[in-house]
């Protein structure tokens, strides 16, 4: 497995969020891949490891095996993981219902929030990553 740096994971099953989504960051200038299925996102993990992934889509939509499958195969690695909600209809749960998430993103997205949040989630990753050397 590599680290490549600002390399986002979105999972997206049918989500509208994508479009918008992939858009803001490739104009960051960030190397993004989607996965539509749970197997399809380890298989991208186990090649390249993301410093963020963004969970699209209801919160319900992704089993708490797969977040921890997930948050197992990139928890050396510092990857940032987030749920995507609306602020409108948000699905932010107590953290003990959402073990693995690091935490919500909530759209509206603004680009400075999406670039703000990669960076740190990059960041994150290059501390890791250096005291785990």
Not at 7 to 21: F, G, H, Q, T
Not at 48 to 68: E, T, Y
Not at 121 to 126: D, E, P, R, T
């Amino acid at each position: 497995m590599k680290i490549t740096p600002n390399y986002v994971l979105i999972l997206a099953r049918k989500s509208d969020d994508l479009a918008p989504l992939k858009f803001l960051l490739r104009r960051l200038s960030y190397a993004v891949t989607v996965a539509t299925s749970e197997e399809q996102a380890i298989s991208e993990v186990m090649q390249s490891i993301p410093c963020l992934v963004i969970l699209a889509g209801s919160h319900s939509a992704w089993s708490q095996s797969f977040v921890a499958t997930l948050r197992g195969n990139t928890h050396a690695y510092g990857t940032t993981i987030v749920a995507l909600t609306d602020c409108h209809a948000p699905s932010w749960l107590p953290q003990e219902e959402n073990p693995g998430l690091d935490g919500f993103l909530v759209k509206p997205i603004s680009i400075d929030i999406l670039s703000s949040l990669v960076q740190s989630a990059f960041v994150k990753q290059l501390c890791c990553s250096t005291s785990c050397t």
